[in-house]
């Protein structure tokens, strides 16, 4: 017989070797733990400690039952589990296909629902199994490189890449969300027979688990014990200048100088790779940036903010290396050499899970950049992208890459965050290349990563982008026009750059960026800011005068905003809330934009429906119910409801308000 009981709150199940522990943590959320270990490992991984709240729990003989606002847990007399809400509706019950089992769950398969297998000491291969509804829409999960928004039917790896996202948050319309607290390697099946989660290898079961009334109310309080954003600072509400690279500092000046002659308004620009010695020095190439001051003053007075990019790579070359290799400060590697990724020399990556291997980096930050005007970094290779995806050859300070590696992206912003907040900065921003749950609360803008100048991957992006935020990443934005290639002359690309430059419009950050064709020779041969090859021009007026007129008009538009973004910011902030989500979080009565996959929320009064196929010149949008929608390109009422066909024309996205004073933000 199993040994159920109650101690600190949190209800207690043993038997034989299996010990389950499921407690509040926040507001109707319970979070349960598996173990077979001696005892329950004790790390919160993505998980804030929460307020206190103090459940019902009710134990009769083998069954117990533990109560936290809307959500129960009920363990039945086999140790199966499953998840009410509070009028009784079941949400998830785990799948158990046993012959010891209750009826319904009784079968000679002998499948259990929690599957422990023993890898090396007290390491298990684990799979957490449950039981799936066939019709059930799924959202979240982070940044997958595909057009789907609902994720029922989908296999997804647990791992981090260039331009994939691994936040294991999962939402359901059927009123609950669901995190997998785990940051090892693995897998999830979201199948029409059996939900299935997988970790390669692992010390125990950690999720939670949250049930809500709406989308809003799930994702608030997924957002309670993950952590909130700071305040998004003003500059980054604009639009930002990028592209692969300026290549010195005469050279980025006058693109800065041209948009303040042009009276653009520019917020941000951005030093991309390879401005430094060799990597691992974390400072300028004085021969091609010989005096950062005086660049950082000379933006500060026009306006503009200065962004570098900041690599976690060390060169064996380098003069930092030796130091961190004696000290410990990085990634090791279990078999062969010490080499992880090779672009110009052979690299290894700085451990950010060792917090002194993140104070060493951020002294380096703090001196060569910070010190100088520079607070605002991209933390590119944040995944980080390993030459070769072996991910059982790779160990951190806290243990092997296979059981946390996932979390690797959000250690390296923490670090960051901690030394900008030491300093005083109370809204940190670094726009990073990857993130797993809780990285929002360091202050990270997420890009969708090194992705192809395509129609097809833009509708990806579009699902990418909200799949982030319903994970719990509110700051997310991707390279306008694509990354890879783009030829500035090509007809082709000037209309996909239109396309995603209105898309990017209304996205949480504005961003252009792209490797641009024809490429431009490197300047040097040898070691040092020379040696990278650069993208054509990618700048507003580098496209044609066609292209030049829309792209300087969506700036302007993005300026018009800025009120109503600092709104969606601070919503972010102090609940939060995503500014671009589907439409089911500001609708989730109408069961219609439940299945929409191509049009989006930007706060709660625009409904942007970007064209996302070439040589588009009509596109039906769905209005949802309840709200009479104004167009406001055509200046035209539509009530909710309703499917409607409406003209693209080269200049317009279609956008629709329902409310009568966002109409003068849009008019020239």
């Known amino acids: 017989m199993a040994i159920l009981m109650q101690e600190n709150g949190r209800l207690i199940r ?52 533990i109560r936290n606002g809307k959500i129960t847990a009920i363990i039945r007399e086999d140790g199966r589990i499953s998840f009410e809400n509070q009028d009784g509706k079941l949400l998830l019950r785990e799948h158990l296909r046993m012959e010891h089992g209750m009826e319904e769950s009784r079968s000679l398969l002998k499948v259990d ?97 949250c049930a809500g009334d709406c989308p809003a109310d799930i994702m608030e309080n ?6 909130r954003p700071p305040m998004m600072p003003d500059y980054a509400m604009g639009f930002w200048q990028c592209k692969l690279r300026y ?59 200065l962004m570098v990019s900041i690599w976690p790579t060390v060169d064996s070359r380098c003069d930092n290396y030796d130091e961190m290799m004696e000290k410990g400060y990085l990634v090791s590697t279990d078999r062969g050499v010490r080499t992880q990724m090779q672009l110009f020399g052979n690299e290894t990556f700085y451990d950010a899970t060792n917090p002194e291997a993140r104070a060493y980096v951020w002294r380096k930050i703090k001196k060569n950049y910070y010190d100088l005007g520079i607070h605002t970094f991209w933390l590119d290779v944040a995944e980080p992208e390993y030459s070769v995806y072996d991910f059982d050859l790779y160990r951190y300070s806290i243990g092997s890459n296979l059981q946390t590696g996932n979390i690797y992206p959000a250690m390296y912003a923490k670090g960051f965050y901690d030394g900008m907040t030491a300093e005083g900065d109370d809204k ?32 990806n992006q579009v699902a990418a982008g909200l799949n982030m935020a319903v994970a719990g990443i509110p ?5 306008i026009g694509g990354f890879n290639d783009g030829a500035i002359e090509d007809p082709a690309f000037r209309e996909l750059l239109i396309r995603w430059f209105q898309y990017g419009t209304f996205c949480p950050v504005m961003r252009l960026h792209g490797y641009r064709l024809p490429y431009e020779e490197p300047m040097s041969k040898e070691l ?28 302007q538009l993005r300026e018009k905003l800025r009120p109503y973004i600092t709104k969606l910011m601070t919503a972010a902030h102090e609940k939060g809330t995503p500014p671009m989500r589907p439409l089911f979080y500001d609708f989730p009565s109408d069961k219609t934009v439940w299945e929409i996959e191509d049009e989006f929320m930007f706060g709660g009064h625009l409904l942007i429906a970007p064209v996302l196929y070439e040589k588009m010149t009509e596109r039906k949008v769905y209005l949802p119910s309840g709200k009479t929608w104004i167009d406001v390109n055509r200046k035209m009422n539509f009530e909710g409801g309703q499917w409607i066909t409406v003209p693209t024309p080269m200049a317009d996205i279609p956008v629709f308000t329902d409310c009568q004073d966002m109409l003068d933000v849009f008019c020239d």
């Open 428 to 459: 940190p921003l670094n726009l990073i290349r990857c993130a797993w749950a809780g990285s929002q609360r360091y202050g990270t803008l997420v890009w969708s990563g090194d992705i192809d100048s395509s129609f097809q991957s833009m509708r």
């Open 528 to 555: 040092g800011g020379g040696m990278c090859d650069s993208g054509a021009a990618n700048e507003v007026w580098s496209f044609g005068d066609e292209a030049y007129a829309i792209l300087v008009r969506y700036i």
């Open 222 to 227: 997924y957002s309670a014990v993950t952590g």
């Open 14 to 65: 043993k038997y034989d070797s299996e010990k389950i522990w499921i407690e509040p943590w926040g507001r109707d959320s319970l979070r349960v733990r598996v173990t077979r270990n001696r005892a329950m490992e004790e790390e919160s991984w993505a998980l804030l400690l929460p307020e206190e709240y103090k459940p019902e729990i009710v134990i009769e003989g083998q069954k117990a039952a």
């Open 247 to 305: 290549k010195t500092q005469e050279e980025l000046l006058g693109v800065a100088r041209e948009y303040y002659r042009r009276h653009i308004p520019l917020s941000v620009i951005v030093i991309d790779y390879f401005h430094w010695p060799n990597q691992g020095t974390w400072e300028f190439d004085k021969k091609y940036w010989p005096d950062p001051k005086a660049m950082v003053d000379e933006l500060k007075s026009m306006g503009i903010e």
């Open 113 to 209: 629902a929690r599957e422990f297998k023993p890898g090396r000491g007290d390491d298990y291969e684990i799979t957490m199994r449950f039981d799936a509804e066939r019709r059930e829409k799924l959202f979240g999960m982070g940044q997958y490189q595909q057009d789907m928004l609902d994720l029922k039917g989908s296999v997804l790896e647990l791992a981090q890449r260039n331009s994939q996202a691994s936040v294991p948050f999962v939402l359901s319309d059927r009123g609950y969300g669901f995190l997998w607290n785990n940051p090892a390697i693995g897998q999830v099946v979201f199948g029409t027979n059996q939900t299935q989660w997988y970790a390669k290898s692992s010390k125990q079961m950690d999720y939670w688990i």
């Open 475 to 479: 700051w997310w934005t991707t390279d």
